[in-house]
């Protein structure tokens, strides 16, 4: 099946040396890191849903089958990890956070998201970086349903940042107008985590 393609701007920088991030390694197999069990998730339930809420007009919710019948995009894109091993050349699909959030009408007010997902794990990020291209809430990686340990459902790709950024197991993206840490934040990760500028601990 032939979708849009998007190339995620970072993987363009040119030699596989020149895409990782000062202070990673290269890896080609994809490392497992969360915090407690691999939840088990029926998306299929009644009771799943993903909720986009807070600083929007028009809140509303998606089910799963829903979500599997949007728009998909494939995104090429590398993931950089604050354990210092990066994956270059992932292909994740999904469809566009961008389109997603665009469909609440986002309040001027909005400046920041926090992701929610199951078992209260939450991670903020700002809006701007949120909706960028190659953002995605993605269900496939390689053509493959993402494996549950690493966020199958549904997770928030946001490439361009830490991979901590990247909610698995994503229930809820709330809008909001003032930032907040999020779970990993509050641990002392860094409220914004860029890779680019080493932006690993504090704040
Ligand atoms: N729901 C949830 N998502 C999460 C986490 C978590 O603890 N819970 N950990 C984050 C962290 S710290 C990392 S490093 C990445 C690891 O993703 P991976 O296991 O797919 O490599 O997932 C992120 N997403
Ligand atoms: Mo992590």
Redesign the pocket.
Known sequence: MSRPRIISPDTQRGSPQDRTPPGQQLTAK???????NVPKVNPNSEDWSLRIFGQVDEPYELSYAEILALPAIDVVCD?H???HWSRLDNVFTGPSLKSIIEKAKPRATAKYVMCH??AG?T?NVPLKEFINDDCILAYEWDGKPITP???WPLRGLVPQLY??K????IRGIELRNSDAPG??EQNGYHMHGDPWNEERFGW
């Open positions: 994809w490392p497992v890191l969360h915090y407690g993931m990890c604050v354990t997902s199951e794990f991670v340990d690493h966020g991979l901590w990247s909610a698995k197991w779970f990993w």
